[in-house]
Nanobody, 120 residues
Framework: QVQVVESGGGVVQPGGSLRLSCVAS????????MGWYRQIPGNQRELVAT??????????ASVKGRFTISTISRDSTKKAVYLQLNSLKPEDTGVYYC???????????WGQGTQVTVSP
């Protein structure tokens, strides 16, 4: 079993920056991809950025060049993923969810979500 906890949301003005953090703990040896998704009011949850254990990160077109994902694996029981959000726009407002993908049992683990609000 894997537990996922996010932190770092908040309120920021357009053009500002935030850093989101997420820690997955438990049997993280089976986790082969971590990422961030967001749900904007009235829309379905959408991919923001993902980082596989090996290979390049993937970004949504709307955030490419502004957001950066990075991961750290400390040991087989803990993995961390970060999302640096720069040049924020009002349309980036939403609830951001951390995802840890179990590539062995093909399960997804989600955090509780953290609110990001971009407003003048």
């Amino acid at each position: 079993q894997v537990q996922v906890v996010e932190s770092g949301g908040g309120v920021v003005q357009p053009g500002g920056s935030l850093r989101l953090s997420c820690v997955a703990s438990g049997n993280t040896a089976v986790i082969n991809r971590m990422g961030w998704y967001r749900q904007i009011p009235g829309n379905q949850r959408e991919l923001v950025a993902t980082q596989p254990s090996t290979g390049d990160a993937t970004y949504a077109a709307s955030v490419k060049g502004r957001f950066t994902i990075s991961t750290i694996s400390r040991d087989s029981t803990k993995k961390a993923v970060y999302l640096q959000l720069n040049s924020l726009k009002p349309e980036d407002t939403g609830v951001y969810y951390c995802n840890a993908h179990d590539g062995w049992y093909l399960k997804d683990y989600w955090g509780q979500g953290t609110q990001v609000t971009v407003s003048p």
